[in-house]
């Protein structure tokens, strides 16, 4: 890291939000934790869509690209005002599981909060906070990316398309959307796409749905059908037939499995695809 300070926070609270509510606007960049619940990341923009943030995701958004945050379930959120000073970061970063991988930071945040007058008090504290918090956030951009996908980093049209995929699985992603964001026609993507990774992009995007399909599985019970539309599956035969192609076997072949209580295992590829897809990631697309 650069030895210029590049990260500053000015305050850190707790928002707890009912069910439909809305988070309070702020003029700030915004970093949020959600500790329990979930919550959304509106569009102001039609053409964009929706993140939905879980128990443990953290995401950072930009002043310039506020996105509206609204809670689908009742919530708690761990909220500071971080302010990235510097014109390289992205206006978007999602980190998925960030309370997990990144335990230290939101427990120093949760046991002594950033007040609004240590900004003037003690200034060092808001900038050692704020390198703190966003440095963690890039290393979870650049750990997730680079250990699953090892060679993508290197070129710049997969890590695009890949990491788009990755922050937000559930979306229906077309080859076009994809292509239009890494700036190639959509044979280029595939031709690059499947020389850095093995894979197609559409390959990747079933990957990344059945890894998080398989975290809800093996720690839920919730119902196939419920897991299939959070996986961004229309039905859940759409589902199954996804699911048995990655690992052979169905979702609650998987889920006893998982559990240890079934003598069934998955065909070698489940494995390779726990191993590969993503468990976490952090977007940001300027460097």
Known sequence: MSSDRTWRIDRSWNAD???GATLEPSRSSLWLLVRSGSVVLGAHDPVEHPIELRAGDAAYVHHAALHPVHATDD???????????????TRLMVARGFAGTQSGIVALLSACPVRGEMKI????VTTAYGELLGSAMLSEQE?????????????????AAATAMADDPTRNWTLPELAALSHVG?????????????LAPMQLLRRLRMRQAMS????????????????????????????????GLTPGRWR?????????????????VAATAPTAMAVQTSR
């Open 256 to 272: 006893q499995s998982a559990r240890g209580t079934s003598l069934i295992t998955a065909k070698p590829t489940a494995a390779s």
């Open 216 to 247: 809800e599985l093996a720690g839920s019970d919730a119902a196939v059908a419920a897991i299939a539309r959070r996986s961004g599956y229309g039905s859940a035969e759409a589902f199954v037939r996804a699911f048995r192609a990655e690992t």
């Open 186 to 198: 959509t044979t280029t993507l595939v031709q690059r796409f499947r020389h850095t990774t093995g």
């Open 17 to 19: 939000l009912p069910a």
């Open 143 to 159: 750990r997730t990316i680079d250990e699953r996908l090892p060679r993508s980093s290197a070129d710049p049209v997969v890590r």
């Open 121 to 124: 008090e003690r200034p060092g």
């Open 75 to 89: 919530s708690r959120l761990l909220v500071a005002d971080l302010r990235a000073q510097s014109r390289s970061v």
